[in-house]
């Protein structure tokens, strides 16, 4: 096809002729027949000049951390024995992974090959498909372009942002890396404890009575393994309860709250298994690097949170720890919250505060301060996470939480 210099040079073309008959002079037709001639060569030039070429894709690494660096290197080679016109590049990538670039290069003899690379930034979680690369073959005089799309992708992950957590919640198992699922027993301490403080909804048959006895407030028996140690972390999808977009999204808070508290208690010893859909019975337990990839790729979609919830109350809960990483959750939501949470010793609620990332937009979505109040009122250890806020810091409020926990569930015992 002619670009814009060659339809201009056509167009002239075509004015000289027009001139050349209204004042008689032949010179103008001349120049004219001239212009279009270098424009038919400039055609001939690009089709029938090579346009075999091969590409061959490298890209380091094929998984980025968040925030992390890339790259990605083409080796373009020229199959045909003929050689190639004028070239220009220009692979597909997504804006948030690379900035679009166009590389110009000289005609590519027969059986020669050229190196072209450029960098890969992990600002954006998620999936990304690089390629196909575009392929311009154009004239020495820029008059005709002929695009063609070269065979060949790849695919780059973008990990979740992982932020370190610090270590103090009551968790079963080892506190330091025993592995995954695979923790190594410690002879004592608060996370191998046999029994716990009461919280409401427990059942009465748990008590343990020379405990309770003992410590003067009612006590319950830990029935979680120190041998075998798992958690369970919930992350909430819901499509119209999350707000913002891109990177700032509330969408991306809870993902990176959820990877966050994963790869914790993946490090403390625990098998984790994550919920983020409805399905039948408990979700299998994973590891780390399996889980990342997956919430690489979670996306929001239109799920009932109560769906959700409904296998962790029958059986599927995985452990009896329970991370909940959600949006301020309305009241069915809450009692859905609570009585999965009855399954569990230890009880973890994230709430992403969502209207905070769109501040655009009319709060609509229930107040997450008094959901916050009532999580704790069951037992929870409870955090807001408002947009800009540090996950670090909202984690260590869960650890000082236990003076509060104690109030409630006292509270409830005696009530």
């Not at 004219?32 to 091969?54: E, F, G, P």
């Not at 220009?90 to 059986?111: C, E, M, Q, V, W």
């Not at 010893?269 to 690489?296: E, I, K, M």
Request: charged share 25%; hydrophobic share 40%; aromatic share 4%.
């Amino acid at each position: 096809m002619l670009t814009r210099r060659g339809t201009g040079l056509l167009g002239g073309a075509g004015l000289l002729w027009l001139a050349s008959q209204v004042f008689g002079a032949p010179e103008l037709q001349i120049a004219a027949v001239a212009m279009v001639a270098l424009t038919a060569v400039a055609v001939a030039t690009v089709w029938l000049a090579s346009s075999h070429l091969r590409v061959e894709r490298i890209t380091r690494p094929a998984r980025l951390s968040f925030g992390d660096r890339g790259s990605v290197t083409l080796t373009i080679t020229n199959d045909s024995r003929r050689p190639t016109p004028r070239l220009r590049f220009r692979d597909r990538a997504p804006a948030a992974l690379a900035d679009p670039t166009t590389t110009s290069l000289p005609p590519l003899g027969p059986g020669r090959r050229v190196d072209l690379s450029y960098p890969l930034r992990g600002d954006q979680r998620g999936v990304a498909h690089l390629g196909p690369l575009l392929a311009e073959f154009r004239d020495p005089f820029d008059l005709v372009v002929r695009r063609r799309d070269l065979p060949g992708t790849s695919t780059v992950t973008v990990r979740p942002r992982v932020v370190p957590l610090m270590a103090g919640l009551p968790l079963g198992g080892a506190s330091g890396g025993g592995g995954e699922g695979r923790p190594r027993p410690q002879p004592g301490g608060e996370d191998l404890a046999e029994v716990r403080e009461y919280v409401h909804g427990d059942p009465l048959k748990a008590i343990h009575w020379a405990s309770t006895a003992h410590r003067g407030k009612l006590m319950v028996r830990n029935e979680e393994s120190p041998q075998d140690p798992r958690t369970t972390v919930l992350l909430d999808l819901r499509r119209d309860r999350h707000r913002g977009q891109g990177p700032t999204a509330s969408l991306e808070t809870a993902v990176s709250a959820a990877a966050s508290a994963t790869a914790h208690l993946a490090a403390r010893g625990q098998g984790v298994a994550v919920v983020d859909r409805p399905g039948p019975g408990a979700v299998p337990v994973r590891t780390l690097d399996d889980w990342l990839d997956h919430l690489a790729e979670v996306e929001a979609s239109d799920v009932d949170l109560r769906q959700v919830v409904a296998p962790l109350t029958t059986g599927g809960l995985v452990g009896s720890c329970l991370v909940a990483v959600v949006t301020a959750p309305d009241a069915s939501d809450l009692q859905s919250l609570v009585r999965a949470g009855r399954g569990a010793s230890l009880r973890i609620g994230i709430l992403v505060d969502a209207d905070s990332h769109d501040p655009r937009a009319r709060r609509s979505t229930p107040d997450v301060d008094a959901a916050a109040a009532g999580l704790r009122a069951a037992g929870w250890r409870v955090t807001v996470v408002r947009a800009g806020d540090d996950l670090a810091e909202r984690w260590t409020e869960l650890l000082h939480a236990r003076r509060s926990a104690r109030t409630h569930a006292a509270a409830a015992a005696t009530a």
